[in-house]
Structure formats: structure tokens, C-alpha cells
């Protein structure tokens, strides 16, 4: 059974920096496209950046030059960078596939919350 646990969220004050991690156990990791998404309560889950398996980077607009996915293979890690954090940033950020068809269970999620 696949376990995707995400870590690193937190309150911070606009302008400021988080890094958000997801460990996944129980896949091989390395074979995916992995996302990060965020869910704001009462929105549907969007997806904010991709990575391949090889590394190309993807990401919407609204982040863009902002944040940074990376992924470690060797230690089933994913990993994103959040910089110039804004409001509308605040929400519950999840990792999984980027595929629908490979998609896992989602995880509990990590609160991010963008407050002076």
C-alpha cells in the first residue's frame, strides 16, 4: 500500500519562504510524474507544479519564477520551494502523480498559511 506523507507547511508572513516535502513509501517513486497540488476549503484540488522522472520542470502561471519542485529518486522525496509567498498561496498543498490513471490515495496534506 502506497503511504504519501507531507511535511513543511506552516504560517508566514508575505514576502517570506517555505519548502514543503512528501516522503512516499511503498511505490517506485522514481518512475512517475510527480505534482504538487494545493485545495483551498471549498475549491477543487489544483495542480501547482510537475516534475518528470527525468526532471523537466512545470508550473502554472500564478507560481511561476516563485516556487521550485525537485525530486530525489534515491530517497522517494519530493520537494517544493516556496518563495515571495502571497495570500492567495494559503491553502492545503498535497503531492501525488501527475497522471490521473497512477493516481495514489491522497495524503493528509500540509497547511500553508500566508498572514501579516
Known amino acids: 500500500q502506497v503511504q504519501v506523507v507531507e511535511s513543511g507547511g506552516g504560517l508566514v508572513q508575505p514576502g517570506g519562504s517555505l519548502r514543503l516535502s512528501c516522503v512516499v513509501s511503498?511505490?517506485?517513486?522514481?518512475?512517475?510524474?510527480m505534482g504538487w497540488y494545493r485545495q483551498v476549503p471549498g475549491n477543487q484540488r489544483e495542480l501547482v507544479a510537475y516534475?518528470?522522472?527525468?526532471?523537466?520542470?512545470t508550473y502554472v502561471d500564478s507560481v511561476k519564477g516563485r516556487f521550485t519542485i525537485s525530486r530525489d529518486n534515491a530517497k522517494n522525496t519530493l520537494a517544493l520551494q516556496m518563495n515571495s509567498l502571497k495570500p492567495e498561496d494559503t491553502a492545503v498543498y498535497y503531492c501525488?502523480?501527475?497522471?490521473?490513471?497512477?493516481?495514489?490515495?491522497w495524503g493528509q496534506g500540509t497547511q500553508v498559511t500566508v498572514s501579516s
Open positions: 501525488n502523480t501527475y497522471r490521473v490513471a497512477s493516481r495514489w490515495d
Open positions: 511503498g511505490s517506485t517513486f522514481s518512475i512517475y510524474t
Open positions: 516534475i518528470t522522472r527525468a526532471g523537466t520542470e
